[in-house]
């Protein structure tokens, strides 16, 4: 583009976004459109829109913790114990296709004793944790509740998700266009000028973002009380686009 280039860039940061959205206005030819040596003035504009959805799928991880004298000790508790969760979960009708081994690990529980000596090995850590996928939120509670209730004492995650995101992430990109378009006006009338044709259009899609009600939660084995109330809330779904349209000057 030579020294003849020019480019102006603005930051536009709306209300209700969690990210901004920059307008910029520069000199470039476009392809195909005019000879290689013309300049033609372009308007680029990027915007996100956001729409929301009611999940209707949920992903637990549950785990056991054991600790023994010996690794082979720590892993035959946790064995039995793990065991008896994944019946007591199954029997609540979850397929065993949807019961699936996140994570296990062993590893020495150490203490130092004096500075500078070796660690000595004080007990072996075993902990194994299972995945389950639910299709059916009403399902969630018993899961948990059947987990704890023989021998669970990790919750490491409850994630909600949703099975069909199309209608609600059309919206979005609806509203991401919407945007764009507004800025790219507002610029051109500023400048001077008007939009011209529609150059290009790409969208950035970013997926809905799930919603996790537990992390790393430590709990109680065999607690008695009321099932567990489990509120599912919302999912956003957002998309980001990049438009660029040419820019006509009025002067």
């Given at each position: 583009?030579?020294?003849?280039?020019?480019?102006?860039?603005?930051?536009?940061?709306?209300?209700?976004?969690?990210?901004?959205?920059?307008?910029?206005?520069?000199?470039?030819?476009?392809?195909?459109?005019?000879?290689?040596?013309?300049?033609?003035?372009?308007?680029v504009t990027t915007a996100m829109g956001d729409a929301r959805l009611t999940p209707d799928r949920a992903?637990?991880?549950?785990?056991?913790?054991?600790?023994?004298?010996?690794?082979?000790?720590?892993?035959?508790?946790?064995?039995?114990?793990?065991?008896?969760?994944?019946?007591?979960?199954?029997?609540?009708?979850?397929?065993?296709?949807?019961?699936?081994?996140?994570?296990?690990?062993?590893?020495?529980?150490?203490?130092?004793?004096?500075?500078?000596?070796?660690?000595?090995?004080?007990?072996?850590?075993?902990?194994?944790?299972?995945?389950?996928?639910?299709?059916?939120?009403?399902?969630?509670?018993?899961?948990?509740?059947?987990?704890?209730?023989?021998?669970?004492?990790?919750?490491?995650?409850?994630?909600?998700?949703?099975?069909?995101?199309?209608?609600?992430?059309?919206?979005?990109?609806?509203?991401?266009?919407?945007?764009?378009?507004?800025?790219?006006?507002?610029?051109?009338?500023?400048?001077?000028?008007?939009?011209?044709?529609?150059?290009?259009?790409?969208?950035?899609?970013?997926?809905?973002?799930?919603?996790?009600?537990?992390?790393?939660?430590?709990?109680?084995?065999?607690?008695?009380?009321?099932?567990?109330?489990?509120?599912?809330?919302?999912?956003?779904?957002?998309?980001?686009?990049?438009?660029?349209?040419?820019?006509?000057?009025?002067?």
């Open positions: 583009m030579g020294t003849r280039t020019k480019l102006v860039a603005l930051l536009v940061g709306v209300a209700g976004l969690t990210l901004p959205r920059a307008v910029t206005v520069a000199q470039v030819p476009p392809t195909g459109t005019v000879p290689a040596t013309a300049v033609v003035p372009q308007i992903s637990i991880l549950a785990g056991v913790q054991t600790r023994a004298a010996t690794a082979a000790a720590a892993a035959r508790d946790n064995a039995n114990r793990q065991q008896a969760i994944i019946t007591a979960i199954a029997a609540l009708g979850i397929p065993r296709e949807q019961i699936s081994t996140e994570n296990y690990t062993v590893y020495p529980e150490t203490r130092y004793d004096r500075e500078g000596q070796s660690p000595t090995v004080v007990a072996y850590v075993v902990s194994n944790v299972v995945r389950v996928e639910l299709r059916n939120l009403q399902q969630v509670g018993p899961v948990i509740d059947a987990a704890l209730s023989k021998g669970a004492n990790q919750i490491n995650s409850l994630e909600f998700s949703s099975s069909n995101t199309d209608a609600a992430r059309h919206r979005a990109l609806g509203e991401a266009i919407g945007r764009a378009r507004a800025d790219a006006e507002v610029m051109a009338q500023a400048a001077g000028g008007r939009l011209g044709q529609l150059i290009e259009l790409v969208t950035m899609d970013m997926g809905p973002r799930p919603v996790f009600r537990a992390d790393a939660m430590m709990v109680k084995s065999g607690a008695a009380g009321a099932p567990t109330p489990i509120e599912a809330g919302e999912l956003t779904v957002r998309v980001g686009v990049t438009a660029r349209w040419q820019f006509v000057s009025s002067r």
